[in-house]
């Protein structure tokens, strides 16, 4: 599942893969917003991203669907 982050007042995204299902990131999303901390995800090859909630302009996850490799996906 890809993730990407805004962030207020940065030019770039915060971009990365993530084994977690789409509703495992929106509880992790509302759990950090309610608490007003940080959220904290990590990436398929185990890297942690912590981001202050207060700094998130908007969370994107993208679709649930594998991806397919070689010539017969269309």
Not at 10 to 32: M, V, Y
Not at 33 to 46: A, H, I, N, W
Not at 53 to 64: H, K, L, N, R, W
Request: aromatic fraction near 6%; charge should be negative; proline fraction near 4%.
């Amino acid at each position: 599942m890809e993730v990407t982050i805004g962030i207020q007042n940065q030019p770039r995204e915060l971009a990365f893969e993530t084994t977690l299902a789409a509703d495992e990131i929106a509880a992790a999303l509302k759990g950090a917003l309610e608490k007003g901390g940080l959220l904290e995800l990590s990436d398929v090859k185990g890297q942690r991203f912590l981001v202050p909630t207060a700094t998130i302009g908007y969370v994107e996850v993208g679709p649930e669907e594998t991806r397919r490799v070689g010539f017969g996906s269309l």
